[in-house]
């Protein structure tokens, strides 16, 4: 099993940062890919950006290309989301997810993902 611990959400004005981090425990060898997904009240769950755990491929949502970036750590098993420029419309709840296909690129879609994080709240004020 690989457990999946997201922090760093909370609350900010827009045009404000803030930084997520999400540490992978148990079975992290086999992360193959992390991304982040966010889920706003009343919509589906979207894709934001994930990472290559080796060589490093990124891919982000085109609604956060240029104001967030990803990036882990492989040494602790550790994402972040560095969320720059943030607008009310980046309010949801954030969750990290860990892909075990060694074959699986940088995968955007929610189904590709084995393990999920409980999630961690992003709320920006106008």
């Known amino acids: 099993q690989l457990q999946l611990v997201e922090s760093g959400g909370g609350l900010v004005q827009a045009g404000g940062s803030l930084r997520l981090s999400c540490a992978a425990s148990?079975?992290?060898?086999?992360?193959?890919?992390m991304g982040w997904f966010r889920q706003a009240p009343g919509k589906e769950r979207e894709f934001v950006a994930a990472?290559?755990?080796?060589?490093?491929?990124?891919s982000y949502a085109d609604s956060v290309k240029g104001r967030f970036t990803i990036s882990r750590d492989n040494a602790k098993n550790t994402v972040y989301l560095q969320m720059n420029s943030l607008k009310p419309e980046d309010t949801a709840v954030y969750y990290c997810?860990?892909?075990?296909?060694?074959?699986?690129?940088?995968?955007?879609?929610?189904?590709?993902?084995?393990?999920w994080g409980q999630g961690t709240q992003v709320t920006v004020s106008s």
């Open positions: 990472v290559r755990w080796t060589g490093g491929s990124i």
């Open positions: 148990g079975r992290s060898f086999s992360i193959a890919a």
């Open positions: 997810a860990a892909d075990r296909n060694p074959s699986g690129g940088v995968p955007r879609n929610a189904l590709a993902y084995d393990y």
